[in-house]
């Protein structure tokens, strides 16, 4: 943190982010930020967590607008090693966590890092899971905004060393009432040599919300990280273009599924970096645009050695006649030997599928719901837990998709 | 009363007639065949009867059970006891067996699906994405099983034959048998014929070409005669104008 210039940083508050809406982030009112243990769970939390499919009470970190909440969860994960605590805590116990911190993401990158370094209090979660180990059952994390036109900054940092494993899911929602405000999440996670992460994230917001998420992640040689992402609520607009920078050997499998609604903006992409021999990547993604929402899947790999291999699949489904959906995918090689393709595709659902699921006994929006659900699913190799919980949000996500 | 009635039923794909003016009645459990060369209007005539929407009745009407349906959606037409299994089903990415017949299972109940599916041998491919990859006669089993879910009134088989195994029809005969045996009536659209053979009772043979059905009899009038002599001779000798076949 100290060779970070902090001039350079108060210059990036004024600048803009190169996708997304513009947002003038002085409209919204910050709160300040406390780290507390949490005796109950925060109401608004509780109400939200359910939108992401979140049980309240297996909940590990907690996180209220500024409000950072330690759980009784979090320590039952102590037993392992695992520490799971709010980043300014750790920022003052843990060295590690000061060495790992603003590591990966620059804070000058724009508007958005540069007002979570300066203003954002560290709030958020440190996640450390020691060599070898497996963790048990998912770390749960769940962050709301509970107040209305309320920014919430998150500092995440999240280490798995050595041959150690972990799901990590995190739900961030509004409760029901809460219709504008900014929720700027800083994401950097580290997966050591083979090490495996499992990252799931739900977005539920609503359209008066701009979100801005910030993820770096690092993978070492022989590592495999999984990041899993669906939205599926109105928005007033999200940007965000996560970067996965891969060693020798390393994994990753990326996914992304979308379901836009209203006026909503998703700017939502994701980037692999293959920096050596054996590194691959699969980006994939699954959009769903109706109303009038606009959505722009980007996807880019690039590959710094050769014998590395990535794919990026991005297919969408309009159902509405005044939604948009640009899909853009970048492939680009530096070395021979490196294997790379892409598959595009927009479309409408089928009108034969259709009328065989009518002729089935499917009314017309449940031969829909099936056709998008069947649509988003995707073979992601994330744990059968995991699995189950995510298909409970896809079933709601087509629902939704389908009106 | 009829389970199913056509009166004169016209059927239209894409502005041309295909259907002209067909009659049929087809009584509770009754089998019955329609057979016809390539192209005269078989399957077009079954997707009218189910309302599928790449069709449109341009004249006539269809009665189930005395109730007309001739303007009902297909899936109105499904929730009263019609069902059809088709000839070419799509191929659906993503979604697997298990959810479409869990969700069958879900509206028309089953007490025996399990069997069912054994029976049909398409127990292995439940987690499989709906016909994407399936060979011909997976296809045709997995529609039966389909279709058997319904609980239907009336089964409408389109060429549950062509393309598959020997193994395969035998199993889709005793198929059409159970459901004859629960009280559902058959349509059976064939343009070969080797189903039939393996049939214990079929009630009515109708002939179909170039979209009108010229001739219905009793199965061992029709069979034998267009087994041997093809579709357009056989007709001739049907109704009187060509030479006689000794049985």
């Known amino acids: 943190m100290s060779e970070l210039n902090t001039s350079e940083i108060e ?32 109401p608004g939390v509780a109400s939200a967590a359910p939108r992401v499919g979140l049980e309240a009470g297996k909940l590990m970190y907690v996180q209220a607008n500024e409000r950072a909440l330690y759980t009784a969860m979090a320590k039952a994960l102590s037993k392992y090693g695992v520490l799971v605590l709010p980043t300014r805590e750790a920022l003052e116990k843990i060295p590690k966590a000061r060495e790992l911190s603003w590591r990966l993401v620059n804070p000058a990158r724009d508007k958005y890092t540069a007002a979570a370094y300066l203003y954002g209090g560290e709030v958020g979660y440190f996640i450390y899971v020691p060599p070898r180990t497996k963790v048990p059952v998912p770390v749960y994390t769940c962050l709301a905004i509970t107040t209305n036109n309320t920014i919430q900054f998150a500092h995440n940092v999240v280490y798995v060393d050595e041959e ?24 950097e996670f580290y997966v050591a040599r083979n090490a495996k992460l499992t990252f799931t994230m739900v977005h539920a917001w609503a359209d008066g919300l701009h979100v801005r998420p910030r993820t770096v992640v690092k993978v070492e040689e022989g590592g495999e990280y999984v990041n899993y992402y669906v939205t599926y609520s109105p928005v007033a607009s999200i940007q965000t273009y996560p970067v996965v920078y891969l060693e020798k050997n390393a994994k990753a499998y990326l996914a992304s599924i979308i379901a836009s609604s209203k006026t909503g903006v998703y700017d939502i992409g994701a980037s692999s970096i293959l920096e050596e021999p054996g590194a691959s990547a699969e980006n994939i993604s699954r959009v769903v645009a109706r109303d009038e929402s606009s959505v722009y899947a980007r996807a880019e790999i690039e590959a710094l050695e050769s014998n590395t291999k990535g794919h990026i699949e991005c297919l969408g489904l309009l159902l509405s006649p005044r939604a948009f959906i640009s899909s853009i995918p970048i492939i680009t090689s530096r070395k021979q030997g490196a294997v790379l393709s892409h598959e595009a595709a927009i479309g409408l659902i089928a009108q034969r599928e259709i009328d065989y699921l009518m002729s089935r006994g499917f009314t017309e929006d449940e031969a829909k719901a099936v056709l998008v659900r069947g649509f988003m ?4 190799p994330i744990p059968p837990t995991i699995k189950k919980q995510v298909d409970q949000i896809l079933d709601m996500v087509a629902k939704h998709a389908v009106g | 009363m009829a389970l199913l009635e056509l009166e004169k039923l016209s059927v239209c794909v894409e502005g041309k007639r295909i259907i002209e003016e067909a009659s049929m009645v087809v009584e509770p459990s009754e089998v019955h065949v329609v057979m016809g060369p390539n192209g005269s209007g078989k399957s077009t005539l079954l997707s009218a009867i189910m309302g599928l929407k790449n069709t449109s009745i341009c004249g006539g009407r269809i009665l189930l059970e005395g ?11 499904a929730k009263l006891g019609v069902s059809l299994a088709h000839q070419q089903p799509p191929e659906i990415k993503g979604v697997k067996l298990r959810e479409v017949a869990s969700a069958m299972i879900k509206k028309y109940g089953c007490s025996d699906c ?26 045709k089993r997995t529609e039966l099983f389909l279709v058997m879910l319904q609980k239907p009134k009336l089964a409408m088989l389109d060429e549950p034959d062509s393309g598959v195994d020997v193994e395969s029809i035998d199993l889709i005969a005793r198929s059409i048998e159970s459901l004859r045996s629960r009280g559902t009536s058959v349509i059976l659209v064939t343009h070969i014929g080797a189903i039939t053979e393996r049939l214990s009772r079929i009630d009515k043979v109708h002939l179909l070409i170039q979209g009108r059905i010229v001739y219905t009899g009793s199965p061992d009038e029709v069979l034998p005669v267009v087994m041997k002599f093809g579709y357009r001779k056989g007709l001739e000798i049907l109704t009187g104008k060509g030479e006689r076949i000794e049985h």
């Open chain 1, 377 to 380: 699913n995707i073979d992601a």
């Open chain 2, 114 to 139: 399990m069997i069912l599916a054994k029976t049909l041998l398409v127990d292995n491919f439940m987690n499989r994405d709906l016909f994407v990859g399936f060979s011909g006669g997976e296809k």
């Open chain 1, 11 to 42: 210059k990036a508050l004024e600048k803009p982010a190169p996708y997304g809406p513009d947002i003038d982030l002085s409209k919204y009112k910050l709160e300040e930020a406390v780290v507390e243990e949490a005796r109950d769970i925060d």
């Open chain 1, 164 to 187: 150690a494993e972990a799901n990590l899911v995190t739900g961030c929602a509004i409760p029901h009432g809460v219709k504008e405000g900014v929720h700027v999440g800083i994401s």
């Open chain 2, 67 to 77: 109730r007309d349906i001739t303007s009902l959606p297909s899936y109105e037409r």
